[in-house]
């Protein structure tokens, strides 16, 4: 290494003054900056009123304190919304920056909803696909604070409509690279603005704020005459209940945030401390013991299960309002981020959707995925049939299929029918299948396959104009129900390999944890494939 020693003198008086001018362009700098600032503020109490917060208080809620902000390009679009540099306002409509969010480093852009009602500026188009360009180049979590009236008509350009495209294109190539997209819908999301959402792998929503539609209420009935309120067309309750392009619901401006900071602390993507430490489950395991009923029929609530099982027993729902009978959950066990799946009823239509999309969010975060098995299988009839149960069902069972991440099984209670398949059964291939002493898994309960069979034995009389026999009828039934009963039990699967054993419900966190430790060993251990096995020599 070579030696340098200055030679500049910083007192000299060309040093000064070139000192003096510089901080002369950057009071102007921060003077224009405020400018933008001070615009939005002047909507400060129209926010009070709706009870929302302002874009910037917006952004420092969701960064973590005394960190550092990158703020960039802010700047953008100074002097081109109007001549008059006096009264140009910089800054596109938007804020954008890299900050840290949970201790980790993301790229964060927010509407800025005080300036327009966050209408979508030429320049401010240029600044959001120049930063989503960046936390692509740079793999940063894409967190988006949408609250936007879209374009802006009066001053309608038509490249700018056709170059908008690569907004939402750029939305796709960042998930598709496996970088998170998290959007909060502060406010309105119209037109093209509904794909921001749309496009995002987690939505969060504000209940009486958010919305996000195609067509407002204004351009509905200008094209088909229809007549509808802004809830009924796109409200957050709507979406988180009823279209599912919601996953969480807040209440307020605050909840939403701290939400979002939650969902990218369970990315997993911090620096992992030298020796993390992890906060046993506020429930003791032995009460694992009581909750699922020897009869299966019995509904329990599988979160109380997951309660007993993960770290500090913290739980961060997905989509908890649509599809409420199939339960994903994202947690820690031993500090180990992990997505959880589970059934509190059959799965449905919006359930396995649901589930399809949860696999599919773990399997970009690169989180294992833990079925926790308790499930009659998929809904049945006519309704769930003319809804695309068929269709909607094999979405779930393809992603169970591909999935890129250890998949590990453990069967707490029924396992029947296509509901053992789309729960990732034996014939999934789940790294590891662990099952309790009382579940129980057959293609159905053996009174529904023996009612099944009488059924068809009874038609087929019928069609040859002969009675059933009483006797024989509940013979042959009895007989069926004890076949599917005795195949079902778990001494009977586990003696034919189904499982890799059967534990003591109190030792399923610690065997998960030994399991997820061994996925990561192997996820971590590097190996250095031949075009050939070593011969021997």
Known sequence: MSHFESCWNPASPQALQARSALLERLVALRALEERAAAASARSQA????????????????????????????????????????????????????????????????????????????????????????????????????????????????????????SLFRNLARLSAAGIPVITVQHGSGTAGGAYMPGLSDVVIMVRGRSRAFLAGPPLLQAATGEIATEEELGG????????????????????ALALAREVVAQLGWGVPEAS???????????????????????????????????????????????????????????????????????IDVAGANKATHFIQWMCQLGHPLIYLQNTTGFMVGKDSEQGGMIKHGSKMIQAVSNATVPQITLQCGASFGAGNYGMCGRGYAPRFLFTWPNARTAVMGGAQAARTMQIVAEAALARKGLAPDPVRAQAQFDQTVALFESQADVF???????????????????????????CAEAEARRLRPLQFGVARM
């Open 46 to 165: 129209v926010f009070d009123k709706r009870g929302q917060l302002l874009p910037r208080q917006r952004v420092a809620l969701l960064l973590d304190p005394g960190r550092p902000w990158l703020p960039l390009a802010t700047l953008a679009g100074y002097g081109q919304d109007t001549p008059e540099l006096a009264r140009s306002v910089p800054g596109g409509g938007m804020i954008a920056g890299i900050g840290w969010v949970s201790g980790v480093r993301c790229m964060v852009v927010a509407s800025d909803s005080g300036i327009e009602a966050g209408a979508i500026q030429p320049m401010g188009l240029e600044k959001i696909l120049r930063v989503q360009e960046i936390a692509l180049q740079n793999k940063l979590p894409f967190v988006h604070l949408v609250e936007s009236a879209g374009a802006n008509l009066m001053r309608y350009r038509v490249e700018g409509f056709v170059h908008g495209g």
């Open 236 to 255: 957050a309750e709507m979406h988180t209940q009823v279209s599912g392009l919601g996953e969480h619901l807040a209440e307020d401006d605050r909840e």
């Open 492 to 518: 009977h699967t586990s003696g034919l390999l189904l499982d890799d054993g059967v534990i003591d419900p109190r030792d399923s966190r610690a065997v998960l944890a030994q399991c997820l430790a061994l």
């Open 276 to 346: 993390a430490a992890f906060a046993e489950p506020r429930y003791p395991a032995d009460e694992l013991l009581g909750l699922m009923s020897d009869d299966l029929r019995q509904p329990v609530d599988m979160r109380e299960l997951m309660l007993r099982l993960v770290d500090g027993s913290e739980l961060l729902q997905f989509k908890p309002l649509y599809g409420a009978a199939t339960v994903c959950v994202q947690a820690r066990i031993e500090g180990q981020p992990v997505g959880l799946i589970s059934n509190n009823g059959p």
